[in-house]
T-cell receptor, first 116, second 117 residues
Framework: AQSVSQHNHHVILSEAASLELGCNYS??????LFWYVQYPGQHLQLLLK??????LVKGIKGFEAEFIKSKFSFNLRKPSVQWSDTAEYFC??????????????FGKGTKLSVIP | NAGVMQNPRHLVRRRGQEARLRCSPM?????VYWYRQLPEEGLKFMVY????????ESGMPKERFSAEFPKEGPSILRIQQVVRGDSAAYFC???????????????FGPGTRLTVL
């Protein structure tokens, strides 16, 4: 079974600081990778996803993530955060295909607080 | 274009009562998934349904929990005889089912927060 580890429970940044949130997964085969965001009081929204191809994936709101297969990592980055990026961020993985490929396995989430 | 709808958003039950959580998928979506988030934990898969069929319920507790997705109407997650440990956020997601399951993006609802007193 796959698992996802998000290293930081809570990150506090000032506006305009750069962001990198770590995500490592454990799975023996090919995977699909996702970052979801949950703004206060709102539902989970898909930020970006990686299925195949270019390992550098660009998502909405200026976010990007890089899949490094050798490190089993899919870190989320943003060059300059804004107060409106305050939210909880979840990394998730599924097997690429076959049995259970619809079962998203989530990390515990990282709370990001951006100080104006 | 309405997203995934869940109701109620908050539900309070006493131990031993029943909880019914509803999920209406996005328009055009025929696949529904339920996830549970316990405090300080990530979301965990519970069940995957298509219209009138349970495809995979491997993440559901064996007792007291059931799910359905009838031909008409929302998907229902039912918890009988609730206990304090059932207190959690329950999220529903839907997908169109037009791609192979690994790349069929799931869109989430706002969740139902169940509190058992």
């Amino acid at each position: 079974a796959q698992s996802v580890s998000q290293h930081n429970h809570h990150v506090i940044l000032s506006e305009a600081a750069s962001l990198e949130l770590g995500c490592n997964y454990s799975y023996g085969g090919t995977v699909n990778l996702f970052w979801y965001v949950q703004y206060p009081g709102q539902h989970l929204q898909l930020l970006l996803k990686y299925f195949s191809g270019d390992p550098l994936v660009k998502g909405i709101k200026g976010f990007e993530a890089e899949f490094i297969k050798s490190k089993f990592s899919f870190n989320l980055r943003k060059p300059s955060v804004q107060w409106s990026d305050t939210a909880e961020y979840f990394c998730a993985v599924t097997p690429y295909s076959g049995a259970g490929s619809y079962q998203l396995t989530f990390g515990k989430g990282t709370k990001l607080s951006v100080i104006p | 274009n309405a997203g995934v709808m869940q109701n109620p958003r908050h539900l309070v039950r006493r131990r031993g009562q029943e909880a019914r959580l509803r999920c209406s998928p996005m328009k055009g979506h025929s696949h529904v998934y339920w996830y549970r988030q316990l405090p300080e934990e990530g979301l965990k898969f519970m069940v995957y349904l298509q219209k009138e069929n349970i495809i995979d319920e491997s993440g559901m507790p064996k007792e007291r929990f059931s799910a359905e997705f009838p031909k008409e109407g929302p998907s229902i997650l039912r918890i009988q005889q609730v206990v304090r440990g059932d207190s959690a956020a329950y999220f529903c997601a839907s997908s169109p089912g037009t791609e192979h399951s690994g790349t069929d993006t799931q869109y989430f609802g706002p969740g139902t927060r169940l509190t058992v007193l």
